[in-house]
């Protein structure tokens, strides 16, 4: 191995100081150019711990920590902040948030902190500093749970059960006036709605639709597999038929 330092953090970043100098790619990319790689490495975090992989998670959580070196030794050459400072807001802010674990107190009142984080940053109103750039479905999520602590939420399932018939009746609405812009609009309503109904149901609405997700590709596949000649020569309902027995199957 190229020798970069004794230690795992004075190799990181003798490793990043090193890219970002000698390696072209990396010295003319900004926070703006890495950041979808950033969010893609978190999911394939995600990815390697729904497999359980192992080892794969152990190279995905490197991809992961790589993304916070650049992104901390982009800050540096602006003089912002550097991977050094990261580490110590982290500690910091994790201290902050678990007095009972560094102070000797009681339970902690985990609103009340983040709630006092929050003011700290200038975030007024109950919504702010939700994520714009958030996956829908957890930014939806987010939002509801915000309003909920403030006493904005139904007390059981049966308003989130209505309020979801009711978008998908405006949705049918919405299409027989031809509006498109006006489906869309219904469209997001009937999702935003599916979102609170999991939420109240304790479902993780991206974990529920990841899952959906993988189902439907492992059926289809299947159907794809089964179809003689080839999927394009079947009648809806043949694919159907193939699609059910692949469903009894287990797939």
Excluded at 12 to 33: A, G, S, V, Y
Excluded at 105 to 111: I, L, T, V
Excluded at 134 to 152: I, M, S, T, V, Y
Aim: proline residues 4%; contains cysteine; aromatic residues 8%.
């Amino acid at each position: 191995m190229t020798d970069l330092g004794a230690t795992p953090y004075a190799r990181i970043t003798k490793l990043m100081d090193r890219l970002r100098t000698d390696c072209p790619w990396d010295h003319e990319q900004t926070f703006e150019t890495i950041a979808p790689y950033t969010v893609e490495e978190a999911y394939e975090v995600m990815d390697a711990i729904n497999r359980q992989d192992m080892t794969d998670l152990k190279s995905e959580l490197g991809d992961l920590l790589f993304q916070v070196l650049f992104h901390s030794k982009i800050a540096s050459e602006d003089g912002a902040f550097d991977f050094a400072d990261v580490c110590d807001g982290l500690v910091e802010k994790m201290v902050r948030r678990h007095p009972h674990v560094f102070e000797g107190a009681e339970k902690p009142d985990w609103d009340a902190i983040k709630a006092a984080e929050r003011s700290g940053k200038g975030e007024q109103k109950t919504l702010d500093g939700v994520a714009l750039s958030l996956p829908a479905l957890l930014r939806a999520e987010k939002l509801q749970k915000r309003a909920a602590k403030k006493g904005f939420d139904w007390p059981d399932t049966d308003g989130p059960y209505e309020k979801l018939s009711e978008e998908i009746e405006e949705v049918r609405e919405a299409v027989k006036d031809g509006d498109v812009d006006e489906i869309e609009n219904e469209i997001g309503d009937l999702l935003f709605s599916v979102v609170n109904l999991a939420r109240k149901l304790k479902i993780d609405p991206e974990a529920a639709l990841r899952s959906a997700n993988g189902k439907f590709t492992k059926r289809f596949n299947e159907v794809e597999k089964r179809a003689e000649p080839d999927l394009e020569s079947l009648t809806l309902d043949e694919m159907e038929a193939l699609w059910q027995a692949a469903k009894r199957d287990g797939l």
